[in-house]
């Protein structure tokens, strides 16, 4: 195994100048993960006369941030930013790289790591550390979502996980980090894919920010969705559903929490209608308050709630709502 630099590396993505909320999750449990191993938490930023973002990672944990800048990096270009990643990785030598599991992570995460000989954990629900043999344990649903691993890289550096947004709540911590400016060594000949068009995506539901989120399963039906809707109106939240309840169409998919979905941690979770199954469950395990309404006494939602309701969510719901109204109005 090859000496490490004691630094614990984050891949950070950013949009006109604004740091994305995935990356300043990351950085959030990034910093736990580099206290814990007792390394430095070091920022990777690729792009080009970007230094507001890497002044902005310095106020979010960074120890040192390398700013990576080369007019060829200006927009993301899959190539480009894997030899660039991959030569300051094999030049500074990190003990751990994460990216997000986002389009750009996952794209990059696992070229990164063919290049560096090492392997990579897709999709990581968290990360936790031993500290013993400096390993960080990736967790990550397995075997069609039945049971939970963790993953660890005891013979290759750099250890790389991609993890999905929703693991951490950014957090600010300003440590007097250092920014690093690298020109990479970079050639239109390294690119072998030529970007022919752009579009703007559309623009998603910030899930994994909401401070509220009120969720359905298959047990809610149509109208019980209705309701959802309403509760999560007044509660300023957002709705959220089961994979059942998605494949129904009563909610958006992009609004699907879980293994499949999105991971989401918001002060208050409610779910109606939800049974609890695993794969459901791993979606918002880092919620504050969750709150279970469902007619089974026996159903797994209530093992992880800390305030289950045994009742029908067709009488309980309304009445929710209308006292939840009468004391808006008062
Ligand atoms: C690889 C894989 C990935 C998956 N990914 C996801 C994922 O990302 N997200 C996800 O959600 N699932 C996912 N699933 C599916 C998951 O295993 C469960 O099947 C699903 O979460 C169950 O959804 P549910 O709770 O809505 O439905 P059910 O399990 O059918 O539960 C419905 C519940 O509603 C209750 N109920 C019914 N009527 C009422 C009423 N009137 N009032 C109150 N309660 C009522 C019932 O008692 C029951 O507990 C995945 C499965 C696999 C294999």
Not at 21 to 47: C, F, H, I, N, P
Not at 81 to 108: H, M, Q, W
Not at 172 to 195: A, C, F, T, Y
Not at 230 to 251: C, K
Request: with cysteine; aromatic share 6%.
């Amino acid at each position: 195994m090859e000496e490490e630099s004691g630094e614990c590396w984050i891949f950070v993505e950013h949009v006109d100048g604004k740091v994305k909320r995935a990356s300043l999750e990351l950085m959030a449990k990034g910093r736990e993960v580099a206290d814990r191993l007792a390394e430095k938490l070091s920022a990777v930023v690729l792009g080009w006369k970007h230094e507001n973002v890497a002044v902005e990672l310095t106020r979010r944990g960074a120890d040192k941030v390398y700013l990576v800048e080369h007019p060829l990096l200006k927009d993301y270009q899959v190539d480009l930013y894997c030899k660039a990643v991959s030569d300051l990785a094999a030049e500074f030598k990190p003990d751990v790289i994460l990216f997000s599991s986002t389009f750009v992570g996952r794209d990059l995460a696992p070229r990164v790591a063919k290049r560096l000989k090492t392997g990579m954990t897709a999709d990581c629900l968290d990360l936790q550390v031993d500290e013993e043999r400096r390993l960080v344990k990736q967790v990550k649903s397995s075997l069609g979502g039945n049971i939970m691993v963790e993953v660890v890289t005891p013979h290759h550096r750099p250890q790389i996980a991609t993890v999905k947004p929703g693991v951490a709540n950014p957090t600010i911590n300003d440590r007097g980090g250092i920014i690093v400016k690298v020109r990479p060594s970079l050639d239109e000949k390294d690119v072998m894919v030529h970007v022919v068009d752009r579009f703007e995506e559309k623009k998603e539901v910030d899930l994994e920010g909401a401070e509220v989120v009120v969720a359905g399963g298959r047990g809610a039906g149509e109208e019980g969705f209705k309701l959802i809707r309403r509760l999560a109106e007044l509660l300023g939240g957002e709705v959220g559903g089961t994979r059942p309840a998605a494949d129904e169409g009563w909610v958006p998919r992009e609004r699907q929490i879980g293994q499949s979905g999105r991971v989401v941690s918001p002060k208050l979770y409610m779910a109606f209608g939800v049974s609890g199954a695993l794969q459901h469950v791993v979606g918002f395990s880092k919620a504050g308050l969750v709150i279970a309404v469902n007619k089974d006494p026996e159903a797994p939602i209530f093992e992880c709630a800390d305030i289950g309701v045994v009742a029908d969510l067709r009488e309980f719901l309304p009445v929710l709502i209308k006292e939840l109204e009468k004391k808006l109005k008062g």
